[in-house]
């Protein structure tokens, strides 16, 4: 299968920033839908192929698959910082639109700020993105308080003020508050959600709390906890089913 490595300059960035991309081997025919790709906190554009078979699961189907980098930005525009929302839903969209023979519904796939990125697109962007997947997301990241944030207490009160730097003083309700998005869609433009985490995640009642929100308001989502911790053998598993999961509701 085709493997580029895009290198491109973002103007909601202001910046060179790069995106792998896989393409379908040339006998698949297009146009494409594309499925959106995305890192966690502490990797990069390239870590989806580094660490788990994710040419081998998308081998044969008619999908172009982009791994954009994310940075530790949250796949947000920060009250202080970069504006990887735009450039990552709005702006990189146009660029692969493009080069390349795409169509529309795509659909977008996420491990933890990842999967916190595919559910923020898909609920944000639903006339792109009308099938989203997070794995272990940190799903509440723009919901929670400073204090209350999971994501906050493992990885230590220094991130505060990064997270301070994304969301702002008061994040609920606004923006990057994915509750916020959700409560706040029409039923005729909710996009097509799964949501899945392990057992033994740090992240787990997160996603609980997340999915009976989203049940409370009669948001239709699928999800499903398994046996496991926010690890790669994990994500590399159970990205299959996100994959599974994209050719029933946008049909590829």
């Not at 300059?9 to 202001?14: G, I, R």
């Not at 920033?17 to 006998?27: E, G, K, M, Q, V």
């Not at 580094?50 to 999908?63: A, F, K, M």
């Not at 706040?184 to 995640?201: A, K, Q, V, Y």
């Amino acid at each position: 299968m085709p493997f580029i490595d895009l290198r491109y300059f973002s103007n909601a960035l202001q910046m060179h920033t790069a995106a792998n991309i896989i393409l379908p081997s040339p006998d698949v025919k297009g146009p494409y839908h594309v499925m959106f790709l995305l890192h966690g906190l502490s990797d990069d554009h390239s870590i989806w192929c580094r660490r788990t078979s994710i040419e081998r699961y998308v081998d044969g189907l008619p999908l172009i698959v982009v791994m954009p980098n994310g940075g530790r930005g949250f796949y947000s525009d920060a009250i202080q910082g970069f504006a990887y929302e735009t450039a990552i839903a709005t702006e990189l969209p146009a660029i692969i639109e493009g080069y390349f023979p795409t169509k529309l519904p795509w659909c977008v796939t996420g491990l933890s700020m990842g999967g916190y990125g595919a559910a923020k697109l898909a609920l944000k962007h639903p006339g792109r993105f009308k099938s989203g997947h997070s794995h272990s997301g940190a799903v509440l990241f723009g919901h929670l308080s400073f204090e209350d944030n999971r994501l906050r207490r493992e990885l230590g009160p220094e991130i505060e003020a990064e997270f301070r730097r994304i969301l702002g003083e008061n994040p609920a309700d606004g923006p990057n508050d994915l509750c916020f998005a959700a409560d706040n869609l029409e039923p005729g433009d909710r996009p097509s959600l799964r949501i899945d985490c392990g057992t033994e995640d740090f992240l787990l009642e997160d996603n609980r709390d997340f999915h009976t929100h989203l049940t409370s308001i009669g948001f239709d989502h699928e999800y499903e906890e398994f046996p496991g911790s926010h690890e790669w053998g994990y994500w590399d598993l159970h990205v299959q089913e996100a994959i599974a999961f994209h050719r029933k509701t946008i049909g590829f």
